[in-house]
């Protein structure tokens, strides 16, 4: 069984799917028109001057958002091999799954009660 | 897949043996969740009280274990490990004195800080307090494994939640500070140690402490490079977990931001650990290599724990001259007693572990006691400056007493248990005819008796204009005597602990974890 | 196709496999542009107006005039952006957009692969295209993109974790993360199909999946009125045009991977009507799935932000929690 | 008689005034005065009850307590079924000789005077006494402590005490003197705590099989087990290769050495002198020194005979170094203080060559020197004290003509001054002349440069006291009075003891006889 | 295969170092963060080569990495949640400006 094959096909896949915007890309440098200007080049701000930084600070909730995604995420690191061998396995590997959830759960409710899943501006 | 119908699950009746662990994951559980339902205006020491009796039941299970596990052993020591889950869990009488120690370090910083924490200092007293359980039960997890894995996640574990607890002050930048600095570098450490699993596991094909063992043993002429490197990248990592010179710098920043309880736990719970672990490590794994012509190897090893003891003690000795923060100066004597406490693990002798234990309840009697007296003091100065013990003595006399029992033990004068440890220390290294490492050891205690009794010197030769008494909470109070007078009965009685070590641990059966069973 | 995964590696296979690679992707490409149209058609249709008609008959070449127009349009990069994550960000966006359709099996002997980790892979790749917006949102160093950008990223990141653990469900009855095995383990019977038995986890995974689109009602990282266009709103000509095309080769995952993960993937609702090839079937139920996403932007607002946040956490992932452990306690319960 | 633990009381006596003084009240200053020198007495009248009974034949082997104390078993596993147990073992061991008899009689003596002239003290009388009378029980404790463990134990009990005593209540440079004591004499400590983990890891091995069957492996720190080792080594016991001996014989040397203190070490010795409360210089100058000593002699003579022989040479140098150099220093402060710390370093000089004659009359000086030594000094400071609480100077250039308005203290000190310098009939000279007549025996030109350090000897001792006594006095001075009756009283029993010692001097030269008798076996034996 | 495990060996040391390496010395506190996690990734792969290509080739270094994993999560998030904290106090998240506590 060449399984290899198979991942011969994702690397197939992942270059064509990063050859066709550099095919296009350089194909439309040929076609398109170029006369750049400053107004063209400046920032858009619905057409008025740009304020201030492009960069600004943002909300702290997108970081304790990402905090919380970066936990459940790994969550489910564990679910899918925990899901996959699940039939093959005890009870007990359902009560400690259930444990492991809870936990998380628990989790959850914390940053509920904290008030980390209230969004309150943009 | 046969791999998967190896895994032994747990069972049932391994519940009863867990017990002290699920003990605190449920008490921390139901805590967090209390934290979380009760109304705000519920004064949150209710937490402190509740988890204190969560440690103490723990202990009561640690020990009861314990004895009934050595009423249980016949002569030969046959009975004396019970292991979990494939051997990757495993309840000696090694973890059960590292569980005790842990435990009541943990009992006595819950205790000393029921009412003394004040709201201004860490604003979710709840968390603070129901936080230790999970770094507790993070270091008994490293006293127990008997598996990289399992030693990982206990580590980590303890390390995650002492990040958290040093960054508990959320509005104090010291604070948020040695948090980041703590984070960092632990982390950096962390992925020493791994590294350095990884290069074991890759040697042995398991995680398996017994089966690294085993194979490293059989094929140590394949590995000898591997091993040198897997070792020193575990070594850095772990003397940084324990603050060894030379990876310590991260001590004093750490201790001093950290809110004084936490910084009692870091010095000595989170240390402690760290011991456990490179006890059990080294031991395991490094140690009983050395057949045949590759003795040197063992050598090799143990010298270079010796000199990261002896720069530690050296290191961190002459730098806590020039402290004049108390916090910072705890942190770099921490740093040098980690020195003392690595020559017994560097020296093979007959005892190494009694002396080694020995000390630890030692430092954990004289450290968490200081850092009591330390809070009493910031509290009323509101430093935590060398200077404001100036005229200790004057305003609360009884504490000062204390204080200089603290010192005098820190500093191994006679009488006291940090003397004893010394002692016991410098003579087993005797024994193993190491004896370059008993005179650092000995000249770099003179030096470290200039800083301490700088302290001293300050309590009873300064005074301060007005010489008003101080205030001392009733637990403060109370967990410095108790750590004064365990001090001084360790110094005259040491033999009660000496035999209590003794009389449960067998170095082949306690330290080493065999295969099978 | 299947049959070739079995042979040796050789330049002959390998230009095999290029050459069908080479032929799917203009098939996506093709797919593309005509669902482009088709959604303009049914919106308009629904909104009783009558879509594009004047560009060839029917204006079926409506959507080829535009791919021509913003292939020969100028392309403007602000001088205050960060040239190379500018111009990185619309690949970065797009490549895994066609690299996950490598898992998908068509029918039983119709796919590129059978990899044993089809759904963490295709998970896992679909994640990266998230980079690619934040990056196109901070690389414009535009306030609107950079907002769009990180909105984008809250919210992908939000629905990710229902979307993950929906499906596991669907893993824990098949024991397997291959795909193919998946729909293998659906019968032939419609209620043997898994968004039957998996219906919270079925609903669970086509709200989040229709959120990791970024399409109505969940489409806020380029909410025309308060954002102008989001993380795009510098980008022009094929750039642009790339994080369309990303956009829509997604809804060919999603509604293939809901065909497969939920629908039967190849097999008929019934036994007797099997005659018919599985291929017919898998296009309908895709088709099906298309036109339920382009249904659902003719017929929803757009949600607030605190709503959409809320709804993922609170709502989203408990009950997918609450689906897998359902499952699980079935599973134990009468298939172990 | 044998059933009473004499010795662990005359240790042990002055805790029960430090007890009764934790329930005083501390405002209760004459209270408390009176406790602490009462209790000083109970030592001194115990030690004088034992130096009578004290049978010279017996060489006291009447007065021994040998409790056991700290056992602290080792691992056995190693050694399975072949050993039943193995431990470390620490005794609480305490024993008398000739010499330390003398010391400890001295340190009673001094001890009361002390207590005395504590009377000075001004602020925290407490305090002050709870300290002292721990200093007490550990210069008790170190002259009779007969294991390495309990030795080092009382040793450092005495360091902390002093620490404290001189920081606490001394001059206006005490944190330094104290500072510089701690550090010095913690070195000294730390090189000497080096030593004996040397030595109870090597020497302090046992094995025994007395009982059938069963093999008992212990490590000691009993003295008596040490010597065995060392001496006469049983075929089981550890052999210290010379390379180790040399090694604890220098470890201890230093030590001891700068207890002692001898020259290049002798620094840390001139502050506290200066810095201390007369009081506690009295001990230390007058006792702890001579603990200095006596661990040369106790542990470097005794279990090291053949390393002692080999360095005798140097110690008598560095004994010649130390009379010349204090002499010299001492004639050119001009500080009274530090004419008497450098009179203390020349004397203690002398002690050194007393020990490296290495014959019985060289021994049997040294240890009279160091008795009258401690007479001498203790009296001196007493003067002091008293003259400082007078004068509030104790400089040479601003006193003088004192005899004038105080003729009975210029009396006594003139008195201290003749014993300092050895005037027959007083009991310095019976120490040098010994010491010296030991050393000429043996070497002869050492000997004879050190007595010109006892003719300079004269010469600084006689300017600091005739400056003080006579010449002119400032007008300042002239209210002044004499000593109160409680400075009389130490004053004059010192001077009798002092006199007593000058004209008797086998009162303390007997107890001596057979201490030295082993040792000197030894070293013929050796030689 | 013993030269391709030799080459994720190398792989593994090289991004191990970059880690350290940013970690030491890199002045933004996210990209401090950032290296640690890389020195993470670098065992994984470690562990991940060795239960492929090592010795004893097994599932166990799999199954470790996938607890680094998890942890190294945890770690991050903790990490991330203390720097906000200190960039709210402080303003800065560069590493040279925090030195709050004396040397």
Avoid at chain 3, 98 to 111: E, G, K, M, N, Q
Wanted: hydrophobic share 55%; aromatic share 14%.
């Amino acid at each position: 069984m060449e399984y290899t094959n198979n991942y011969v096909i994702v690397a197939i896949f992942i270059g064509l799917g990063i050859l066709l915007p550099v095919v296009a890309l350089t194909v439309g440098r040929w076609l398109r028109p170029s006369k750049p200007t400053e107004i063209k080049q400046s920032t858009y701000e619905s057409g008025n001057e740009p304020v201030g930084v492009g960069q600004v600070r943002f909300n702290i909730r997108y970081y304790l958002f990402a905090l919380m995604f970066v936990i459940f995420d790994v969550e489910t690191v564990f679910l899918y091999p925990w899901a996959v061998a699940y039939q093959q396995l005890g009870l007990f590997v359902l009560v400690e799954m259930l444990i492991f959830v809870a936990l998380l759960l628990i989790g959850l409710i914390y940053a509920w009660k904290k008030k980390v899943l209230k969004w309150n501006s943009i | 897949m046969s791999p998967i119908s190896n895994i032994q699950p747990l069972q049932w009746a391994d519940l009863a043996t867990l017990a002290p662990e699920l003990t605190l994951v449920i008490a921390a559980i139901l805590l967090s969740l209390l934290d979380l339902f009760l109304p705000r205006k519920i004064n949150r020491d209710v937490l402190g009280v509740l988890s204190l009796v969560s440690v103490l039941v723990s202990l009561a299970f640690v020990i009861s274990k314990m004895v009934s596990m050595g009423a249980s052993a016949d002569p030969a020591f046959t009975a004396h490990a019970i292991q979990l889950l494939g051997q990757s869990y495993r309840v000696d009488d090694f973890a059960n004195v590292f569980k005790i120690i842990f435990l009541s370090g943990t009992a006595l910083i819950l205790f000393m800080s029921l009412g003394s924490i004040r709201e201004d200092e860490i604003q979710h007293k709840g968390e603070y307090y129901y936080l230790l359980l999970p770094a507790v039960l993070g270091a008994m997890i490293m006293a127990s494994s008997g598996d990289l894995i399992t030693l990982y996640v206990g580590l980590e574990l303890l390390s995650i939640t002492s990040y958290i607890l040093v960054g508990m002050k959320k509005n104090d930048l010291k604070s948020n500070e040695s948090a980041f600095k703590y984070i960092v570098l632990g982390s950096i450490s962390s992925a020493f140690i791994l590294y350095g699993m990884s290069f074991l596991y890759g040697m042995s094909g398991t995680t398996n402490l017994a089966g690294i063992a085993q194979m490293l043993s059989q094929h140590l002429v394949d590995f000898k490079v591997l091993i040198y490197v897997s070792f020193f990248l575990m070594f850095a990592g772990f003397a940084f977990k324990v603050a060894a010179a030379p990876f310590h710098v991260w001590a004093p920043d750490v201790y001093q931001g950290a809110p004084t309880p936490v910084t009692a736990f870091l010095a000595v719970v989170s240390k402690a650990a760290g011991f456990a672990i490179l006890f059990r490590i080294f031991y395991n794994v490094f140690f009983p290599l050395g057949s045949e012509e590759y003795t040197y190897m063992r050598g090799d090893l143990t010298l270079s724990v010796l000199i990261v003891a002896a720069l530690a003690m050296l290191i961190g000795n002459t730098a806590a001259l020039r402290q004049r923060n108390v916090k910072r100066l705890l942190a770099l004597s921490g740093v040098a007693n980690a020195g003392y406490l690595l020559v017994p693990i560097g020296s093979f002798n007959l005892s190494n572990f009694s002396e080694f234990g020995f000390y630890l309840i030692a430092y954990l009697f004289m450290n968490i006691g200081a850092l009591a007296v330390v809070m009493i003091v910031s509290r009323s100065s509101g430093n935590d400056e060398v200077s404001s013990f100036a005229g200790l003595y004057y305003r609360a006399p009884f504490t000062a007493v204390a204080m200089t029992i603290f010192i005098l033990s820190f500093a191994g004068i006679p009488l006291t248990g940090g003397f004893m440890g010394k002692l016991f220390i410098a003579l087993g290294a005797a024994q193993a005819k190491d004896y370059w490492i008993i005179a650092v050891m000995i000249i770099t205690s003179v030096i470290s008796l200039y800083y301490y009794f700088g302290i001293a010197r300050q309590m009873y030769m300064r005074s301060i204009g007005e010489a008003f008494p101080i205030r001392i909470p009733a637990p403060l109070g109370i967990t410095v005597w108790i750590c004064a007078i365990a001090t001084l009965f360790l110094g005259v009685m040491p033999n009660v602990i000496v035999d209590f070590i003794n009389h449960y641990f067998s170095i082949s059966f306690d330290l080493f974890i065999q295969m099978g069973s | 196709m299947g049959t070739w995964l079995q042979e040796p590696l050789t330049w002959t296979n390998f230009a095999i496999f290029l050459a069908w690679g080479v032929v799917f992707l203009f098939i996506v490409l093709g797919f593309v542009t005509y669902a482009i149209y088709f959604e303009r058609k049914v919106i308009g249709w629904m909104q009783l107006r009558i879509g594009p008609n004047r560009v060839g008959p029917l204006g079926l070449f409506q959507t080829l005039a535009d791919i021509f127009k913003l292939l020969i349009k100028e392309d403007t990069i602000p001088r205050k952006a960060d040239r190379w994550l500018f111009i990185l960000a619309p690949v970065i966006t797009y490549v895994p957009s066609f690299a996950v359709l490598v898992v998908i099996p068509y029918t039983d002997s119709l796919y590129f692969t059978d990899l044993n980790v089809g759904l963490l892979y295709y998970g896992a790749l679909s994640c990266i295209s998230t980079i690619g917006i934040i990056l196109a949102g901070w690389a414009s160093n535009n306030k609107y993109s950079l907002l769009g950008g990180m909105r984008s990223a809250a919210q992908m990141i939000s629905y990710e974790i229902p979307l993950v653990i929906s499906v596991v469900g669907v893993i824990l009855l098949n024991g397997s993360l291959s795909l193919r095995t998946i729909v293998n383990g659906q019968g032939d019977y419609f209620w043997q199909w898994n968004f039957l038995p998996q219906i919270i986890g079925f609903v669970v995974f086509i709200i989040a999946a229709v959120s990791e689109l970024n399409r109505t009602p969940f489409d806020l990282p380029e909410a025309e009125s308060e954002l102008v266009a989001g993380y795009h709103v510098e980008y022009s000509g094929f750039r642009f045009a790339f994080f369309m095309l990303a956009e829509y080769v997604y809804v060919f995952a999603i509604a293939s991977l809901t065909t497969v993960l939920f629908l039967g993937g190849w097999h008929a609702p019934f036994p007797f009507l099997t005659f018919i090839p599985g291929i017919i079937w898998f296009i309908l139920k895709f088709m099906f799935c298309v036109f339920f996403l382009f249904w659902l932007r003719a017929t929803m607002p757009r949600i607030r932000v605190d709503q959409l946040m809320s709804f993922g956490w609170k709502v989203l992932l408990p009950l997918s929690l609450i689906n897998v452990f359902v499952t699980a306690i079935y599973v134990e319960l009468f298939i172990k | 008689m044998a059933n009473i633990p004499i010795l662990t009381l005359i240790t042990l006596s002055p805790l029960l005034g430090i007890l009764i003084l934790l329930f005083t009240p501390a405002n209760k200053n004459r209270l408390i005065k009176t406790i602490g020198i009462a209790t000083t007495f109970i030592p001194f009248i115990l030690v004088i009850w034992m130096f009578l009974a004290y049978d010279y034949s017996e060489k006291g082997v009447a007065f021994e307590e040998n409790l056991r104390w700290i056992h602290m078993p080792l691992n056995t596993e190693a050694y399975q079924g072949q050993v039943s147990s193995y431990f470390i073992q620490f005794n609480y061991h305490l024993a008398m000789d000739g010499i330390s008899l003398l010391l400890v009689l001295l340190t009673a003596i001094v001890g009361v005077m002390a207590a005395f002239a504590s009377v000075h003290i001004k602020k925290r009388w407490k305090t002050y006494f709870i300290l002292f009378l721990l200093l007490e029980v550990g210069m008790f404790g170190v002259f009779m402590a007969r294991d390495l463990f309990l030795f080092f134990l009382f040793f450092e009990v005495t360091l902390v005490a002093t620490y404290f005593l001189i920081g606490i209540w001394g001059y206006v440079g005490r944190e330094k003197a104290a500072n510089k004591f701690l550090i010095y004499n913690g070195l000294g400590s730390a090189l000497m705590l080096i030593a004996f983990t040397l030595l109870i890891a090597t020497a302090g091995f046992q094995v025994d099989q007395s009982v059938a069957g069963q093999t008992h492996l212990s490590y000691s720190g009993d003295l008596a087990t040490i010597l065995q080792n060392l001496i006469q080594p049983s075929e089981s016991s550890v052999v210290l290769s010379a390379g180790m001996q040399k090694t604890i014989f220098i470890l201890l040397l230093v030590a001891f050495g700068i207890k002692l203190p001898i020259f290049p070490f002798h620094t840390w010795m001139l502050k506290v002198h200066n810095e201390a409360p007369p009081a506690v210089v009295m001990i230390h100058s007058g006792v702890l020194l001579k603990m200095g000593a006596y661990g040369l002699i106790r542990f470097g003579l005794f279990l090291f005979p053949q390393q002692t022989e080999s360095w005798a040479t140097v110690l008598a140098i560095l004994g010649v170094i130390n009379i010349i150099y204090g002499a010299v220093l001492a004639l050119v402060q001009k500080e009274f203080k530090l004419v008497l710390a450098y009179s203390s370093i020349s004397h203690m000089g002398v002690v050194l060559l007393g020990l490296s004659a290495l014959n019985e009359i060289g021994l049997k000086g040294a240890m009279f020197q160091m008795i009258s030594h401690g007479l001498i000094s203790a009296l001196f400071f007493l003067l002091v004290g008293s003259l400082y609480e007078r004068t509030h100077t104790t400089r040479l250039d601003e006193l003088g003509g004192l005899a004038r308005s105080m003729p009975f203290m210029s009396g006594i000190l003139l008195i201290a001054g003749l014993a300092s310098l050895g005037l027959p009939g007083l009991s310095g000279f019976v120490g040098e002349f010994l010491s010296f007549l030991g050393l000429f025996s043996e070497m002869k030109v050492i000997a004879v440069v050190g007595t010109l350090g006892i003719i300079l000897g004269a010469v600084y001792v006689l300017r600091g006291v005739l400056g003080i006594t006579y010449g002119p006095m400032e007008d300042r001075y002239i209210g002044i009075r004499d000593a109160r009756l409680i400075e009389a009283i130490p004053m004059m029993a010192l001077t009798a003891f002092i006199v007593l010692l000058g004209v008797y001097p086998t009162i303390i030269i007997d107890p001596l006889q057979h201490s030295f008798e082993q040792f000197l076996q030894l070293i013929k034996v050796g030689g | 295969m013993s030269g391709m495990l030799g080459s994720y060996l190398m792989l593994a040391a090289i991004l191990f170092c970059l880690g350290l390496y940013g970690a030491l010395t890199k002045r933004s506190a996210v990209i401090v963060l950032l290296s640690i996690e890389l020195m993470l990734n670098a065992v994984n792969l470690n562990l991940i080569a060795f239960s492929k290509y090592g010795v004893v080739p097994g599932l166990k270094g799999q199954i470790f990495s996938l607890f680094n994993m998890t942890i190294a999560a945890a770690e991050a998030a903790v990490g991330i949640a203390i720097l906000i904290a200190l960039y709210r106090n402080k303003g800065t998240a560069n590493v040279d400006e925090f030195n709050e506590m004396k040397r």
